[in-house]
C-alpha cells in the first residue's frame, strides 16, 4: 500500500510540476510574441509559477527516498520489540512483544478467511483488520506529527462591494493642481414675440466661477521582506487590496466629501441641487424617484441618467407586489434584475445613507478629473525599515469633482429599506386550529 501511494503522490507532483512550467511558458510567450518586456503583474504571476514549479520538484526528490526510510523505520519497530521481550526483562515482569504490522496481519482473521480458500469469485471481502503500530505515536521521541492539514492555495479574499458612482461621471485627466469652471446661478430668459421695428427683451444669465483643488487619497502597509520572498503572489495580492481600499475612499468622497481640505466636495454637499423630494402617502420608491427625475428635466432640460441608492433601499423596490400578491419584477424563481428603474441605472452602494436616494443626469452634469491614476510603490526608506527587514507598500490617487449643473442632480427621502421585518409578518392559529386539522390565517 505504500508503495501505491508514494505512486500516486509522484504522478500528482510531476503533474503540478508540469502544470507550472506551462503557465510560465506562456505568460513569457505572450510578451515575446507582442515584443514587449514583462509587466509587473507578468512577473509577478510567472515568480509564482516558478515558485511553484520548485515546490513540486522538491517534493519529487523527497518521494524517491520515502522507500528507503519507510523500511528503516519498520527494522526499528521489530528491534524494539525484541528489546521489550529479551533476556533482559526482570523476572516476574509480564512483557508482550510488539508485534510488526506485517506479523499482525498474518496473524488476523483475514488472513485465516483467505488461506481457508474464501478468497474466491467476483465479490468477497475480509473480516477487519485492525493493526496496532505502538511504537509510533505523537510523541518528539517516535514518530511524530505525522498527520498534517491539507493547504488550500491561494488566499481567500473577503468581500467589498466594487466602487461605481464615480464611474457615472464624465472622465477626464489634468495636469493642473487645481481647476476653475464656470457654474450658472441664475437665469432670465425674456424671450418673446416681437412685432416689427419693436425693441427685443433682453434675457440674462449670471455666473459663479468656482475653483476646486485635486486632492489625495492614499494608505500604506508594512510588509516584511520575508513575507514578500517566502509567499507567491503576495505582493500582487496586496497591490490588489490597497488598490481597492483607495477605490472605496474615493467613492466614499464623491457622494458625501465635505469639501474642507484635504476632503473633496462630494455631490450631497453642493449647493444648488435640486430641492429634495420626501416619499408620499401612498408613494413607494419608484414613485418618488420618477418625480425627482421630472422635476431635474422640467427645470435643467437634462434628462437624468441614474439613481444611487443604499442596498437596503434598493431591495425595497426589488420585492414590491401588486395587490394580488404578485412581483412587479422577475419574482423570486428567477435571477435578480439587472439595477434599472425607469430605464435609469441604478447603483446601489453603502456610500449612500439607507432612506436616502441620489437621482441625477451624471455624464453631462458632472465631471471627474484624475490628476493622478492609482499608483501602487514599495520601499524600505521609511523609518526604521531598512535595518529591520521591513517593505511599505502604498496606494494613491488624486483627482476632483467638477459639478457643473447642481440641479442637475436632487435626493429623495423616507425611503423604506426592503431589509426590514414588515410590521405584523408571520402567521398566527386560529381558536380553532388542533394539531393538523386546523386552519391558519396571515396576521394583520
Same mark, same amino acid.
Given at each position: 500500500?505504500?508503495?501505491?501511494?508514494?505512486?500516486?503522490?509522484?504522478?500528482?507532483?510531476?503533474?503540478?510540476?508540469?502544470?507550472?512550467?506551462?503557465?510560465? /511558458?506562456?505568460?513569457?510567450?505572450?510578451?515575446?510574441?507582442?515584443?514587449?518586456?514583462?509587466?509587473?503583474?507578468?512577473?509577478?504571476?510567472?515568480?509564482?509559477?516558478?515558485?511553484?514549479?520548485?515546490?513540486?520538484?522538491?517534493?519529487?526528490?523527497?518521494?524517491?527516498?520515502?522507500?528507503?526510510?519507510?523500511?528503516?523505520?519498520?527494522?526499528?519497530?521489530?528491534?524494539?520489540?525484541?528489546?521489550?521481550?529479551?533476556?533482559?526483562?526482570?523476572?516476574?515482569?509480564?512483557?508482550?512483544?510488539?508485534?510488526?504490522?506485517?506479523?499482525?496481519?498474518?496473524?488476523?482473521?483475514?488472513?485465516?478467511?483467505?488461506?481457508?480458500?474464501?478468497?474466491?469469485?467476483?465479490?468477497?471481502?475480509?473480516?477487519?483488520?485492525?493493526? $496496532?503500530?505502538?511504537?509510533?505515536?505523537?510523541?518528539?521521541?517516535?514518530?511524530?506529527?505525522?498527520?498534517?492539514?491539507?493547504?488550500?492555495?491561494?488566499?481567500?479574499?473577503?468581500?467589498?462591494?466594487?466602487?461605481?458612482?464615480?464611474?457615472?461621471?464624465?472622465?477626464?485627466?489634468?495636469?493642473?493642481?487645481?481647476?476653475?469652471?464656470?457654474?450658472?446661478?441664475?437665469?432670465? /430668459?425674456?424671450?418673446?414675440?416681437?412685432?416689427?421695428?419693436?425693441?427685443?427683451?433682453?434675457? !440674462?444669465?449670471?455666473?459663479?466661477?468656482?475653483?476646486?483643488?485635486?486632492?489625495?487619497?492614499?494608505?500604506?502597509?508594512?510588509?516584511?521582506?520575508?513575507?514578500?520572498?517566502?509567499?507567491?503572489?503576495?505582493?500582487?495580492?496586496?497591490?490588489?487590496?490597497?488598490?481597492?481600499?483607495?477605490?472605496?475612499?474615493?467613492?466614499?468622497?464623491?457622494?458625501?466629501?465635505?469639501?474642507?481640505?484635504?476632503? $473633496?466636495?462630494?455631490?450631497?454637499?453642493?449647493?444648488?441641487?435640486?430641492?429634495?423630494?420626501?416619499?408620499?402617502?401612498?408613494?413607494?420608491?419608484?414613485?418618488?424617484?420618477?418625480?425627482?427625475?421630472?422635476?431635474?428635466?422640467?427645470?435643467?432640460?437634462?434628462?437624468?441618467?441614474?439613481?444611487?441608492?443604499?442596498?437596503?433601499?434598493?431591495?425595497?423596490?426589488?420585492?414590491?407586489?401588486?395587490?394580488?400578491?404578485?412581483?412587479?419584477?422577475?419574482?423570486?424563481?428567477?435571477?435578480?434584475?439587472?439595477?434599472?428603474?425607469?430605464?435609469?441605472?441604478?447603483?446601489?452602494?453603502?456610500?449612500?445613507?439607507?432612506?436616502?436616494?441620489?437621482?441625477?443626469?451624471?455624464?453631462?452634469?458632472?465631471?471627474?478629473?484624475?490628476?493622478?491614476?492609482?499608483?501602487?510603490?514599495?520601499?524600505?526608506?521609511?523609518?526604521?525599515?531598512?535595518?529591520? /527587514?521591513?517593505?511599505?507598500?502604498?496606494?494613491?490617487?488624486?483627482?476632483?469633482?467638477?459639478?457643473?449643473?447642481?440641479?442637475?442632480?436632487?435626493?429623495?427621502?423616507?425611503?423604506?429599506?426592503?431589509?426590514?421585518?414588515?410590521?405584523? !409578518?408571520?402567521?398566527?392559529?386560529?381558536?380553532?386550529?388542533?394539531?393538523?386539522?386546523?386552519?391558519?390565517?396571515?396576521?394583520?
Amino acid at each position: 500500500m505504500s508503495a501505491t501511494v508514494n505512486s500516486r503522490d509522484v504522478a500528482e507532483q510531476h503533474k503540478a510540476l508540469n502544470a507550472a512550467i506551462d503557465a510560465a /511558458n506562456a505568460a513569457m510567450q505572450a510578451a515575446d510574441e507582442e515584443k514587449r518586456p514583462l509587466t509587473t503583474e507578468e512577473r509577478t504571476k510567472i515568480d509564482g509559477y516558478l515558485a511553484s514549479a520548485r515546490e513540486a520538484r522538491d517534493k519529487i526528490t523527497a518521494a524517491s527516498s520515502t522507500g528507503d526510510v519507510r523500511a528503516e523505520l519498520q527494522a526499528m519497530i521489530e528491534a524494539r520489540a525484541t528489546l521489550v521481550a529479551g533476556p533482559s526483562a526482570k523476572p516476574g515482569l509480564v512483557t508482550t512483544a510488539l508485534k510488526s504490522l506485517g506479523q499482525q496481519y498474518i496473524e488476523s482473521a483475514a488472513m485465516e478467511f483467505i488461506k481457508a480458500g474464501h478468497a474466491k469469485g467476483s465479490q468477497w471481502s475480509t473480516p477487519p483488520v485492525e493493526l $496496532l503500530a505502538a511504537t509510533l505515536t505523537e510523541d518528539p521521541a517516535s514518530g511524530g506529527k505525522l498527520l498534517f492539514p491539507q493547504q488550500l492555495p491561494g488566499i481567500m479574499q473577503p468581500a467589498y462591494q466594487v466602487p461605481k458612482v464615480v464611474d457615472l461621471f464624465a472622465q477626464a485627466t489634468t495636469d493642473a493642481a487645481s481647476i476653475s469652471y464656470l457654474v450658472e446661478k441664475s437665469h432670465t /430668459n425674456a424671450a418673446d414675440v416681437v412685432a416689427e421695428g419693436g425693441v427685443k427683451p433682453e434675457s !440674462a444669465l449670471t455666473f459663479d466661477a468656482v475653483t476646486e483643488a485635486v486632492r489625495k487619497i492614499a494608505t500604506w502597509l508594512p510588509v516584511s521582506e520575508e513575507m514578500l520572498a517566502d509567499v507567491s503572489q503576495i505582493r500582487a495580492y496586496i497591490d490588489a487590496r490597497l488598490r481597492l481600499f483607495v477605490d472605496l475612499k474615493v467613492e466614499d468622497e464623491v457622494i458625501n466629501g465635505s469639501g474642507v481640505a484635504p476632503h $473633496l466636495t462630494g455631490i450631497l454637499t453642493r449647493p444648488g441641487l435640486s430641492p429634495a423630494l420626501a416619499l408620499g402617502t401612498g408613494e413607494n420608491t419608484a414613485d418618488v424617484v420618477f418625480r425627482q427625475a421630472m422635476t431635474i428635466m422640467t427645470t435643467t432640460f437634462l434628462m437624468p441618467d441614474a439613481v444611487v441608492l443604499n442596498p437596503a433601499d434598493w431591495a425595497g423596490v426589488v420585492v414590491l407586489k401588486d395587490l394580488n400578491g404578485v412581483y412587479y419584477g422577475p419574482g423570486m424563481f428567477n435571477g435578480l434584475p439587472s439595477p434599472s428603474m425607469w430605464g435609469l441605472t441604478v447603483v446601489p452602494t453603502t456610500g449612500m445613507a439607507q432612506g436616502t436616494g441620489l437621482v441625477g443626469a451624471f455624464k453631462v452634469g458632472g465631471q471627474y478629473w484624475k490628476r493622478q491614476g492609482i499608483v501602487v510603490q514599495a520601499s524600505n526608506s521609511h523609518a526604521d525599515f531598512f535595518i529591520k /527587514n521591513l517593505v511599505a507598500i502604498r496606494a494613491e490617487t488624486r483627482g476632483m469633482l467638477a459639478i457643473y449643473r447642481p440641479a442637475a442632480f436632487g435626493t429623495v427621502t423616507g425611503l423604506t429599506s426592503g431589509l426590514a421585518t414588515p410590521a405584523g !409578518a408571520g402567521a398566527t392559529r386560529d381558536s380553532g386550529d388542533s394539531g393538523n386539522g386546523g386552519t391558519r390565517r396571515r396576521a394583520a
